[in-house]
């Protein structure tokens, strides 16, 4: 990450927050942390410029069209260039049959975990293609490629979609110098997966089941989101690295 002009959404916590600082440990200029609270993002920024990088909280909701282009233009104008970014955000419903769902919750699921990367992206990329070079990781899940739990039919289907977006965009820009990887976390403890643990035992009960036997942390995804961003995987595109302590391999 050294010099890079970093950029995380829904980075005031989790996977998000980790991966930033884990970023700043290794030597980026500059990450920027996007989320819609200010109180958490504003912490994470704290905690970059702690470690020697410079560091900006913008709140958005990545939801926002206008949001997200105003998220990118901060980006460029106080650093001038963007390098690395990690599309984060993630909304899950509670759990519950698909007939119980309503349109509003497929609505919030898909507009935050599809059609904000797809925003995002094309935000990105203008930025990024003129430069002539850039990496984005997308945040997916192994729900995208085998639905693990009954009851998150909408998380599991918009995973998927998002996993063949980024195929797609990865396939249309590796040729003009920006990669797209994404992960694809387990069983990682965040409040995401307590909440959707709790239908079905509880932490323990799901770890139980993992080949590793226990569950992951954030910063074990960091790491992995931090290597599909630097050169050290320059020859990876569209690929989807399953961050999953053994759950798809089972």
């Known amino acids: 990450m050294a010099d890079c002009v970093c950029l995380i959404t829904g980075g005031g916590s989790g996977i998000g927050q980790a991966t930033a600082l884990k970023m700043a440990v290794e030597g980026a200029a500059a990450v920027v942390i996007a989320g819609r609270r200010a109180e958490e993002g504003e912490a994470v ?21 206008e949001e997200v282009e105003h998220l990118v233009r901060a980006t460029v104008e106080r650093f001038g260039r963007l390098d690395v970014a990690f599309n984060n955000a993630g909304y899950q419903e509670r759990p519950g049959p698909l ?72 396939m249309t820009y590796a040729s003009r110098g920006v990669r797209i990887n994404a992960v694809a976390p387990g069983r ?35 790491e992995a989101v931090v290597w599909l961003a630097s050169d050290q995987s320059a020859f990876v595109v569209g690929h989807v690295l399953a961050t999953d302590g053994g759950f798809l391999a089972a």
């Open 45 to 65: 920024a704290q905690a970059c410029r702690a470690t020697g990088a410079q560091s900006l909280f913008v709140r958005t909701d990545v939801t926002n069209d």
């Open 99 to 170: 007939e119980t769902q309503s349109t509003e919750t497929f609505d919030a699921v898909f507009d935050t975990n599809v059609r904000s990367v797809f925003v995002c992206l094309k935000q990105q990329l203008a930025v990024m293609l003129p430069q002539g070079s850039g990496r984005i990781v997308i945040n997916t899940s192994v729900s995208g490629v085998r639905n693990p739990n009954p009851g998150f039919a909408l998380y599991s289907a918009s995973k998927a979609a998002v996993i063949s977006l980024m195929r797609s965009a990865a």
């Open 188 to 222: 990682v403890v965040t409040d995401m997966m307590k909440l959707a643990a709790s239908g079905v035992g509880g932490l323990e009960a799901v770890a139980a089941g993992l080949p590793l036997r226990r569950m992951g942390e954030p910063e074990e995804v960091a």
